[in-house]
């Protein structure tokens, strides 16, 4: 008895698998683009969350929102495209912004928290892989979020 259970419910396993097999997945239509969104924050005119369809290069989304007068535009790689999901902050012009692609180990420790040894692990990580946000430098071993806020002003690319 117990062995004709066993039989019928792999019969039912089978069965199963085999109708979920066949299932068609969804297809989007070119008139059912998923909506995007990306979050603004800084020298932005538009503020907050910012949805958008499609491709977007941040050059289109500046277009898109504006920007303040004196907004840090070097602060952003403007051909690079938004991730869907993603925070962007554009920073006001400062005199002191150390670009994260070409500052100096001496540039670089001029910022808060950053010392030697972080400046070169900045030098070292932009060798295997240039910065495209400066978001991005968060991805470096010591510098979190805390970190980033207090020196997101004075960062570049």
Do not use: W
């Amino acid at each position: 008895m117990k062995r004709k259970y066993q039989i019928l419910g792999l019969f039912v396993l089978i069965l199963c698998s085999v109708a979920f097999e066949f299932k068609k997945p969804i297809q989007l239509t070119k008139n059912q683009e998923v909506n995007k969104f990306v979050v603004l924050e800084g020298a932005f005119l538009k503020q907050g969350m910012h949805e958008y369809k499609g491709e977007l290069t941040i050059d289109q989304l500046i277009k898109d929102v504006g920007v303040k007068k004196d907004a840090n535009l070097n602060a952003l790689k403007l051909d690079a495209y938004v991730i869907d999901e993603s925070y962007l902050y554009l920073p006001l012009q400062n005199e002191l912004c150390v670009s994260l692609n070409k500052g100096t180990k001496e540039e670089l420790m001029q910022l808060d928290r950053i010392g030697e040894k972080t400046a070169l692990k900045i030098i070292e990580y932009r060798k295997v892989k240039p910065f495209i946000y400066i978001e991005d430098i968060k991805n470096i071993s010591g510098i979190g979020q805390k970190t980033f806020l207090l020196i997101r002003d004075y960062i570049c690319l």
